[in-house]
């Protein structure tokens, strides 16, 4: 099983930067795309950024030029680079990827963190 754990959330400033990290644990699986979503209070979940094996990546229009998804393929890690915070960007933010369960003979799987809280407030 795979599990998922977000780091890095807190609260910042309009125009500071934080760096959300998820973290990877289990074994015997191979990660295929990593994404991080967001909820605000009252609103759908959305997707902010994803990035596929080969390191294509796609943003959400909100956040486009401000964040950064990268990752680090070896330690199956991933990361969310946000600058220039908004209040708007205020939300509970959650790690999700997805892959293949090679214990479970390369059945599909996908996995979400519990999530880290990010507030952009002066």
């Known amino acids: 099983q795979v599990h998922l754990v977000e780091s890095g959330g807190g609260l910042v400033q309009p125009g500071g930067s934080l760096r959300l990290s998820c973290a990877t644990s289990?074994?015997?699986?191979?990660?295929?795309?990593m994404a991080w979503y967001r909820q605000a209070p009252g609103k759908e979940r959305e997707l902010v950024a994803r990035?596929?094996?080969?390191?294509?990546?796609n943003y959400a229009d909100a956040v486009k030029g401000r964040f950064t998804i990268s990752r680090d393929g070896p330690k199956n890690t991933g990361y969310l680079q946000m600058n220039s915070l908004k209040p708007d960007d205020t939300a509970d933010y959650y790690c999700?990827?997805?892959?293949?369960?090679?214990?479970?003979?390369?059945?599909?799987?996908?996995?979400w963190g519990q999530g880290t809280q990010v507030t952009v407030s002066s």
């Open positions: 999700y990827a997805d892959g293949l369960d090679w214990v479970n003979r390369g059945r599909p799987f996908t996995s």
């Open positions: 289990g074994s015997g699986f191979s990660i295929a795309a």
């Open positions: 990035i596929t094996p080969g390191g294509t990546t």
